[in-house]
């Protein structure tokens, strides 16, 4: 950002910290990969001075961005942590992109499978989102899966829902990151990089939220859900 005056300079920040929340990362993992870059490297300190993030969140920050495979380590005292190559991320991101349209493509003309049209309800805001997300677990009958990068948020906030619908015999596949506690389910997976929320039951409704839980969409076709379930589970082999 060599010659522009600090107005802009906070200005180009301020689109770059939004950019980044876009691809999925925290306010905390945004200001802290961004300070990373600048310093070209450092410890946990060095980025939390630059940053302002709170010394004590600031392992688990950099963790979330290892998980992420944005940054790595070396070992040593004290730890320093280092950005991957932005080459790397710009082509992974590219690539996820291309991946997303790519689904999208091959699910087009699906939504009027048998000449009946199919509705995407969407809903918007993160507390509407999250009852959607609990009622939907309450109503699951037989399987359920569930892959999302906030899996810690819907372990505190619908914990005791996983429980009662393995009680009930539901087969709850969770996938989530590395660090991540998991909730009480029959199977757990774990996967760097997740980006959405992705929530499959019955085999009958998908229902797929943004890294920010704050926008969502679900259809309850069997056949898109199925579909759909596929090329979720492909993914994790």
């Known amino acids: 950002m060599a010659g522009l005056d600090p107005v802009e300079v906070r200005e180009e920040l301020s689109r770059l910290l939004n950019l980044l929340s876009n691809l999925g990362l925290s306010e905390y993992e945004a200001r802290a990969y961004v300070a990373l870059i600048a310093l070209r490297g450092g410890s946990a300190n060095d980025v939390a001075g630059i940053s302002k993030v ?79 997300i609990g009622e939907t677990i309450d109503g699951s009958r037989s399987t359920l899966f569930l892959s999302s990068p906030e899996m810690k948020v819907l372990r505190l906030e619908h914990g005791e829902r996983f429980k009662d619908a393995i009680d009930r015999g539901v087969e709850v596949t ?13 199977q757990a997976i774990r996967k760097e990089g997740l980006m959405v929320t992705d929530l499959v039951v019955d085999g009958e409704m998908t229902l797929i939220a943004t890294p920010d839980l704050e926008i969502c969409g679900f259809i309850d076709n069997p056949f898109i859900t199925r579909h759909l379930l596929s090329i979720l589970s492909s993914n994790l082999e």
Do not use: N, W
């Open 174 to 186: 969770l996938v989530m990151g590395p660090f991540i506690k998991a909730p009480e389910c029959s």
């Open 54 to 132: 709170p010394r004590t969140s600031i392992y688990k920050v950099m963790r979330g961005l290892e998980a992420r495979d944005l940054v790595g380590h070396s070992e040593g005292k004290p730890m320093t942590f280092f950005v991957k190559s932005l080459e790397q991320v710009e082509d992974q991101i590219i690539s996820d992109v291309r991946e997303g349209f790519a689904i999208l493509k091959r699910v087009e003309g699906l939504l009027s499978e048998g000449g009946t049209p199919q509705l995407v309800y969407t809903i918007a805001g993160r507390e509407r989102i999250m009852e959607k």
